[in-house]
């Protein structure tokens, strides 16, 4: 009969983990906004997402990551790529306010006149449609 060694012993006392299960997800959709044609992909983790928007593929512009702390009613953000004052750092921070999830925004379109405000109520409708791809 063969002895277990120390090694084995201790293994045997140590919990098993489960293998943790993938929870990445990707969502597409577009819009038509001002005679521009807008593409948005959203990229779901466990708890955060990513959401790319542009007008050509390939393409990565000013990029921001906010989220909401339990400290502050209003959430953080810091700008990656780009200023404070670009369109991806106003879109995190909503998006985090809404969802309460750290959200990045990376963002390769040019804002004139009231687009910006057209491209949030696309978001918006999109995230009220599907809630589990955000």
Request: with cysteine; net charge negative; glycine share 4%.
């Amino acid at each position: 009969m063969a002895e277990k060694n120390v090694d084995d012993e201790v293994a045997d006392k140590i919990p098993r983990m489960e293998d943790p299960m993938p929870s990445i997800s990707v969502h597409t959709f577009h819009e038509k906004i001002m005679d521009s044609e807008c593409f948005f992909q959203v990229v779901k983790l466990e708890d955060s997402f990513h959401l790319w928007l542009g007008n050509s593929p390939a393409t990565f512009g000013s990029f921001t990551v906010a989220m909401q702390t339990k400290f502050d009613k209003l959430p953080s953000s810091v700008p990656l790529l780009g200023g404070i004052d670009s369109p991806s750092n106003s879109l995190a921070l909503q998006l985090a306010k809404k969802t309460g999830k750290q959200v990045f925004v990376s963002c390769n379109l040019t804002f004139q006149g009231q687009i910006m405000s057209l491209i949030e109520k696309r978001i918006s409708e999109e995230l009220n449609k599907h809630p589990e791809c955000f």
